[in-house]
């Protein structure tokens, strides 16, 4: 017995087990992907769609009423994949092969765009484990430059001879160095361009190996979750590229209006505020350890220190929440506008927070005795908490 | 590599030929192409056909009416355009001129 889910194919309801639904699902979004371009693509799937039902309706009957995952996978053997007949002759048709990347540019205007020549291929130093002899980092700085890694292998070898320089140097790119792991990784390591023609040809090769697996289950599942990792890697892969990348394409974006004069100093503001709520918590947190009462207010009965701690901190997220949502939009706003260079503009605004944070406490500490004795006390209370966590934690 | 798996970019190539000579005969629907060809050698899938039926009516060689069908939903009930025609003639006048040139090839010359 297993669940069933209800599906419109054409406008008539079918009901297919979740096997089925899944196969159906997976096959049907392959063929939009493969139709992507295509200006009949719609009309398409409606016949596909169609052809679907037909052979749906062939095997329901009045006493069948749902279609089985292996019938569903028999349909879709018949059906065959999806070939987009018009892919060759537009390729051949279209004038510059960049005007695919065009098509997949964030913003509305990319319109615009479509004389604009694809990005360089980014190349990434990555470790790459496949046919490596320790660690992949050979074999990525090989791919890195484009030569053999038994060359770059024997460099090492000779520095290890010298001072052993070569040994240091290894362990320390084999540590700070990423593995590539997805293929988009891959690619990126020996330099395949990242263009939106590149996702296509991968996501189609992805789905066909998917469709070898469909008899059987483990493959399959093993197929699937290997490919969305994939397909999620070359999202985060554009996401990178349009950061580095956000100057060049900017210029053809439709201006936005930019997000004003004022930027330079809501954004510290922000920042500012969120760092007086830290500084708030963190008052609150000790005073409530040490004295077992927030500035005063005492604790419920019967409720241990540890529970009090746990809300102070939720509470500071719950209000720090709004704040950076708000930083975050007007980074990101700035980001993308005509003129910031996101890096920068982020350091520049961490140093003027910090900066506001501690002219602040060196005022409370100069004007407020009060707060001049608190932090004079610090370092003792800090201790004074830290063994009482202690405590608690070996008496529990 | 067998005998079948050589031919198959022939196959696929002459697949569009082959379809307009069945809409040729008599207006047809998608079902019927795909009966027409099951039993031969150029016996293809739904997967295949309709983008291809979609290219060539973009490319107005074909044109669809949606006609009434015994069983179910009104289907597209396909024909040739006149400009279908002409490209059916032309490629089949081709076709004659390679398949007597296969032929002809390496026989030794006459007399």
Known sequence: MNKVVTINLNGNAYQLEEGGYDALRLYLDGAARRLEGNPDQGEILADIEQAIADKCVAVLGANKTVVGTREIEQIIDEMGPVEDAASETDERESSAAGTATGQTEPGAAASESRAQPPPPPVRRLYKIRDGAMISGVCNGIAAYFGIDPTIVRLVFVLMVFLWGTGILAYIVLALIVPTAGTTAEKAAACGAPFTAQEFIHRAREGYYEGMKTWGDKHAHRKWRREFKREMRGWGRMVQHEMRENACRWQQHWVPRPGPGPGLWITLPILSLLRGLLALLTMFALISLVTTGAVFGLPMPAGVPVWVGVIVLILAYHVVAWPLKALRHAWYYHAAYGPRFAPPLFWLGDTIVWLGFVILLVWLADRYLPHAHEALRNLPPVIHHAVDNVKQWWAAR | ?111
């Open chain 2, 1 to 111: 590599m067998g005998i079948n798996e050589k031919f198959t970019p022939i196959r696929k190539g002459l697949l569009e030929f082959l379809v307009l000579k069945i809409i040729a005969a008599d207006q047809v629907y998608v079902a019927d192409i795909l009966r027409q060809l099951r039993g031969t050698e150029f016996a293809t899938r739904e997967g295949t056909l309709y983008p291809l039926l979609s290219k060539m009516r973009r490319e107005k060689i074909l044109d669809y009416e949606w006609k009434e069908s015994d069983a179910g939903p009104p289907r597209k009930y396909y024909e040739l355009t006149t400009k279908g025609r002409e490209q059916l003639r032309e490629t089949s006048e081709y076709w004659q001129k390679i398949s007597g040139t296969v032929k002809d090839l390496g026989q030794p010359p006459a007399g």
